[in-house]
Antibody, heavy 126, light 110 residues
Framework: QVTLRESGPALVKPTQTLTLTCSFS??????????VSWIRQPPGKALEWLAL???????YYSTSLKTRLTISKDTSKNQVVLTLTNMDPVDTATYYC??????????????????WGQGTTVTVSS | QSALTQPASVSGSPGQSITISCTGT?????????VSWYQQHPGKAPKLMIY???YRPSGVSNRFSGSKSGNTASLTISGLQAEDEADYYC??????????FGTGTQVTVL
């Protein structure tokens, strides 16, 4: 059974750096064509794709947030970490991680996000 | 990268069919067959309903189908049921090697 779970602080102050961890089981990021994405959703608003990391340690980022985001993985711990610098109240959102392993082609970014974590809510406020 | 455009809301009566559109550009929806659709009930994580434009993951009802024409992808729900009431989001691969979501559509079962 594939599961993912996000963890991190519920509250951060403006200008701080947010660090979120996605802990997963039931698959390995050392398997080819397996990858994990981060997605966020501000209260009452649409989903926004943030970043992806694949089994080759290739990383892809949202164009608008690229300068503030870093994604990394620890294959031995089955974890993916996302950092977002210079937090602002507009970054208040539920942050999700999801496995991307459903689709054709040989590029993870082509795939659907087939299993999601429950999400973790982050509020940015002083 | 701008969000893909979806209607804010679509409604239908039980048993009817509804279609949700998702309009992008030739740099995303129109350029690739890598469109997926997600269902999200209030307070829940999204669920993958369609990938690669028209393929259903195992366990997803065959009442859900996807298609694409030009720069617009579509999700059709046939035999609408009360449990289909949710928000729906499209998502596409882009030429910038990113993914982009749609603006979201609230489906109401009358």
């Amino acid at each position: 059974q594939v599961t993912l779970r996000e963890s991190g602080p519920a509250l951060v102050k403006p200008t701080q750096t947010l660090t979120l961890t996605c802990s997963f089981s039931g698959f390995s990021l050392s398997t080819r064509r397996m990858c994990v994405s981060w997605i966020r959703q501000p209260p009452g608003k649409a989903l926004e794709w943030l970043a992806l990391i694949d089994s080759d340690d290739d990383r892809y980022y949202s164009t608008s947030l690229k300068t503030r985001l870093t994604i990394s993985k620890d294959t031995s711990k089955n974890q993916v970490v996302l950092t977002l610098t210079n937090m602002d109240p507009v970054d208040t959102a539920t942050y999700y991680c999801a496995r991307m392993a459903h689709g054709s082609g040989n590029f993870c970014l082509y795939y659907g996000m087939d299993v999601w974590g429950q999400g973790t809510t982050v509020t940015v406020s002083s | 990268q701008s969000a893909l455009t979806q209607p804010a809301s679509v409604s239908g009566s039980p048993g009817q069919s509804i279609t949700i559109s998702c309009t992008g550009t030739s740099s995303d929806v129109g350029g690739y067959n890598y469109v997926s659709w997600y269902q999200q009930h209030p307070g829940k994580a999204p669920k993958l309903m369609i990938y690669d434009v028209s393929y259903r993951p195992s366990g997803v009802s065959n009442r859900f189908s996807g298609s694409k024409s030009g720069n617009t992808a579509s999700l059709t729900i046939s035999g609408l049921q009360a449990e289909d009431e949710a928000d729906y989001y499209c998502n596409s691969y882009t030429s910038s090697s990113t993914r982009v979501f749609g603006t979201g559509t609230q489906v109401t079962v009358l």
